[in-house]
T-cell receptor
Framework: LAKTTQPISMDSYEGQEVNITCSHNNIATNDYITWYQQFPSQGPRFIIQGYKTKVTNEVASLFIPADRKSSTLSLPRVSLSDTAVYYCLVGVHGSGNTGKLIFGQGTTLQVKP | GAGVSQSPSNKVTEKGKDVELRCDPISGHTALYWYRQSLGQGLEFLIY????????KSGLPSDRFSAERTGGSVSTLTIQRTQQEDSAVYLCASIPGGDLGTDTQYFGPGTRLTVL
């Protein structure tokens, strides 16, 4: 399983763009990168997933360089409600695989007014 | 549609007692995970079930912990002879398909266990 490393915490202000970078130096060819968001007293929820280059949805963008050894979650114009813990995970894609995702400690994002 | 539900939402027990935590996954989902989250920490993998395959129990911290999944649906996590270090939030996640590496995990609200 590819190990991931992310900053423990980040601070930002409302209206700013936030970029959280995750390192996954030993990512394998079939691995995908997935980000989850967890609010206090709730279970995590899926934000975005990608394999390479850029993925964008209504919540965030995910940038993955060509070597795929890192990825950056970008949150545009954050608000106070984006205060949460963000987890980066790497998992093998393929039906029937028995791999499991490992959630690390995540990045605690604190958005200030 | 209905999401993942867990019960009870809160459980306070005395050291040495047994507890059962229940997870009702999303109907039709084939895989189910149990995680534990201590205060201020990330998620710790405990066990997962995938269809009719033998569960992966590699994350269970001791033989006091066990889990079963009946009929490929409801799952129960049992902790015997609880200890104070078992205090945590226990989260269940339901996964729709067979791709554990990339399928979205749908989490329940968790059960907060406090062992006095």
């Amino acid at each position: 399983l590819a190990k991931t490393t992310q900053p423990i915490s980040m601070d930002s202000y409302e209206g700013q763009e936030v970029n959280i970078t995750c390192s996954h130096n030993n990512i394998a060819t079939n691995d995908y990168i997935t980000w989850y968001q967890q609010f206090p007293s709730q279970g995590p929820r899926f934000i975005i997933q990608g394999y390479k280059t850029k993925v964008t949805n209504e919540v965030a963008s995910l940038f993955i360089p060509a070597d795929r050894k890192s990825s950056t979650l970008s949150l545009p114009r954050v608000s106070l409600s984006d205060t949460a813990v963000y987890y980066c995970l790497v998992g093998v894609h393929g039906s029937g695989n028995t791999g499991k995702l490992i959630f690390g400690q995540g990045t605690t994002l604190q958005v200030k007014p | 549609g209905a999401g993942v539900s867990q019960s009870p939402s809160n459980k306070v027990t005395e050291k040495g007692k047994d507890v059962e935590l229940r997870c009702d996954p999303i109907s039709g989902h084939t895989a189910l995970y149990w995680y534990r989250q201590s205060l201020g920490q990330g998620l710790e993998f405990l066990i997962y079930f995938q269809g009719n395959s033998a569960p992966d129990k590699s994350g269970l911290p001791s033989d006091r912990f066990s889990a079963e999944r009946t009929g490929g649906s409801v799952s129960t996590l049992t902790i015997q002879r609880t200890q104070q270090e078992d205090s945590a939030v226990y989260l269940c996640a339901s996964i729709p398909g067979g791709d554990l590496g990339t399928d979205t995990q749908y989490f329940g609200p968790g059960t907060r266990l406090t062992v006095l």
